[in-house]
């Protein structure tokens, strides 16, 4: 990022991140769309006499930035649903892509006088590849049916290896600097995301096989930090999708987490939240900053009306796509029709729409080479695709939703098979006790007190299976504990200040306390 094409200072930059917060935040108390309001307010700012024009630097971006938001999102990702929606997903995060290059480029060579066709195909796989986090932040909020989350979200983690794939070809193409025919653009395409998976599922297996045995909460975390960055740069030196080695070295490991330990669980879910906060704040903002630095002497009348025309054919190519490859393959198929659940119209709908664009376009088309003729064009084009899509169809995504009434129906489902295994887990961890106590005695107090917290844990999921109008035993529990661990850390800050105890017993006693208030925080 460079302001002005100049260094970008670090008051700049802080004052940046420091902003992009102070929106996220007031977006969050505001229960509103936190990308959306930083676009808009980034293109507000971009207008203020004296603002730096900020440039995004592709290479920090897709390094600093991409990898670290796919590796949380793989992470927080189900490997098993992904599994089970893989042929949607392909559809759209290769399928889709490509077809969103070929038909943008063509109409973009068609429209702008003297653009080539290799120059508009790379305008195509710029603006290819939708990014979900605007989309499933609105789902989530909205409780979209888990199916529709778990295919948005698997499209963005991996439609931007196939469009950065594409993109460094048509690049190639444009520019002259290497021969392109299609046999070798589909080897390459096939070479770069196979030798992407190997790798991520490799680097997975072995981070997975050292953290098992390091047995140090923190280094775990340390050495989880390091996976997004390392495994992008080792799949990027030998010429392979760094984005799909991430996405798939994260899968591996957020479906493998259950065997780590709980403290490297807890560190890595706050780090990896906070850091996706400030990342996405920061990204988006720089969306809406980038106006003053993609408007050039090139930028017509006509080219605006280009960009405008365009940005109307990819949010309508994404509907004609969407569509057949939903319906298609359930009317020639029996054994799609008797798998997969009927989406209905609704739900396809509101897949098409969530189709927005990120930070990935305009970072793509801020790595064109000058030498390229159109770049500014280009540039100019992508910029409105992008904004216009965030602005357009996520400020009217969740109006749609609403008129459609596409909301999921599995909480029942899942608080009763929660309640089915949690009441099985309670009795086996009760014989477990019971067999502990034969090898060893215990004091019969601690005993029934810990026969008492499985039962109430067993209870707790029946209990969030009906409505009650009286509270419940659980959230009794929970309430009147949370009223004593208060009380407990009164006193012991107390007990700090008048120097009883030391900041260390202090921190100690507080994580103890913390955890407990977490584990009750759970169970609700």
């Not at 505001?30 to 930083?38: D, N, R």
């Not at 927080?76 to 089970?84: G, R, V």
């Not at 789902?139 to 778990?150: A, D, H, K, S, V």
Request: aromatic letters at 6%.
């Amino acid at each position: 990022m460079t302001p002005g094409g100049e260094n970008l200072h670090g008051t700049d930059l802080l004052l940046l991140l420091v902003g992009s917060l102070a929106v996220a935040t007031l977006a969050r108390r505001l229960s509103w769309s936190a990308p959306l309001l930083l676009v808009a307010v980034g293109l507000a700012v971009s207008f203020i006499p004296g603002v730096p024009a900020f440039e995004l630097d592709p290479d920090l971006i897709l390094l600093l930035v991409l990898p670290p938001l796919l590796y949380s999102a793989a992470l927080d990702s189900s490997y098993l649903n992904i599994k089970a929606n893989l042929k949607p997903i392909g559809l759209l995060s290769v399928g889709l892509v490509l077809a969103t290059m070929a038909v943008v480029g063509f109409v973009a060579h068609w429209l702008i006088p003297g653009l080539s066709l290799a120059a508009a195909f790379v305008l195509g796989a710029v603006v290819a590849p939708p990014d979900a986090v605007a989309a499933v932040s609105i789902g989530r909020r909205l409780g979209l049916p888990r199916r529709t989350m778990t295919i948005l979200a698997g499209e963005s983690l991996a439609n931007d290896a196939s469009a950065l794939t594409a993109f460094r070809v048509a690049v190639a193409a444009a520019t002259g600097t290497a021969a392109v025919s299609f046999g070798n653009s589909v080897v390459a395409f096939l070479v770069s995301a196979l030798g992407g998976i190997v790798i991520g599922y490799v680097l997975g297996v072995v981070v997975h096989w050292v953290r098992m045995r390091i047995g140090d909460g923190v280094l775990e975390s340390a050495l989880g930090m390091l996976v997004p960055f390392g495994t992008y740069l080792l799949a990027e030196s030998v010429h392979v999708s760094g984005v799909l080695a991430v996405v798939v070295a994260g899968l591996y490991l957020g479906h493998n987490s259950p065997r780590a330990g709980y403290a490297t669980r807890l560190q890595e879910t706050a780090v990896w939240r906070s850091a996706d906060v400030l990342l996405e704040s920061l990204v988006f903002a720089l969306i809406g900053l980038q106006l003053p630095s993609v408007i050039t002497s090139q930028i017509t009348m006509h080219v605006g009306m280009t960009a405008a025309i365009l940005l109307v054919v990819t949010i309508v190519i994404r509907f004609v796509w969407v569509f057949p490859a939903t319906y298609l393959p359930r009317f020639l198929s029996k054994k799609v029709r008797a798998r997969e659940p009927d989406p209905g119209w609704r739900g396809v709908v509101v897949v098409s729409w969530a189709g927005m664009r990120g930070v990935v376009s305009l970072a793509a088309a801020a790595a064109i080479p000058p030498s390229m003729p159109g770049r500014d064009m280009v540039l100019f084009c992508a910029f409105v695709i992008t904004v216009g899509t965030l602005l357009l169809q996520g400020l009217t995504l969740p109006m749609l939703i609403k008129k459609l009434g596409v909301r999921g129906d599995e909480q029942q489902s899942d608080n009763l098979a929660e309640a089915q295994v949690q009441h099985r887990a309670a009795e086996v961890s009760v014989t477990r006790l019971d067999e502990a106590i034969a090898q060893q005695a215990a004091p019969e107090y601690i005993v029934d007190r810990l026969r008492n917290i499985a039962e109430m844990r067993g209870n707790a999921a029946w209990e969030r299976l009906g409505r009650q109008e009286t509270e419940s035993p659980a959230a009794a529990h929970r309430r009147l504990r949370r009223v004593m661990l208060e009380a407990e850390r009164e006193v012991f800050v107390a007990a700090r200040d008048a120097r009883e105890i030391d900041d260390e017993v202090l921190r100690r006693v507080l994580r103890e306390l913390d955890l407990e208030e977490a584990r009750l925080s759970r169970d609700e």
